[in-house]
């Protein structure tokens, strides 16, 4: 642990997700860039808000299964997802019940060849480079703190380190 402390001092701390600025049907959606997502979903109260539920196609109605699972209303196969500068035709699933508003999974990362370049913070999507977002730009409920799933849990914190409690010796 002291080792751990002294050399790797980022594992005891937060990890800022990896969010871009995103128009989807030109309403602002801070969309969550997951590499480790299969698809590219969003929420159906996002989908509300974006005015793209007529689009719906509920044939692809089904259950999402991954970490837990979650009911899919269907898919939209054309909507306009602007990010920086540039626009692209982008299909979805819609979820019901989801926390996430929008999240772009490895399908459309993988289709735009887009490219997480972690040292210079930054989504590159052909000769564009799309800054992340930092914590101070993302609503509370984003920011991996704060929010109300982590109101119970406390500040995260350096343990204080206890040197290992001595055993008694054996009866003879």
């Known amino acids: 642990l002291e080792q751990a402390l002294e050399h790797h001092p980022e594992a005891f701390g937060r990890v800022v ?41 509920r044939r692809w109605a089904g259950v999402a299964r991954g970490v837990g699972t979650a009911k899919i209303i269907g898919r939209v196969h054309l909507v306009p997802v602007q990010i920086g500068g540039q626009l692209f035709g982008s299909s979805f699933t819609i979820l019901e019940g989801q926390d ?33 977002l930092a914590e101070k730009d993302l609503p509370l409920e984003l920011r991996g703190g704060g929010g109300p799933d982590d109101a119970d849990q406390p500040p995260t914190a350096a343990p204080k380190l206890q040197p290992p409690a001595k055993k008694p010796a054996a009866a003879a």
């Open 100 to 132: 996430m508003d929008f999240l772009l999974g490895l399908d459309w990362l993988r289709k735009n060849q887009a490219v997480i370049d972690l040292r210079a913070n930054v989504l590159r999507i052909g000769e564009q480079a799309v800054p992340f």
């Open 17 to 57: 997700m990896l969010y871009v600025d995103c128009e989807v049907n030109a309403r602002p959606v801070k969309g969550f860039v997951d590499s480790g997502a299969q698809s590219t979903i969003m929420s159906q109260a996002c989908a509300e808000r974006c005015n793209i539920m007529h689009l719906i196609d």
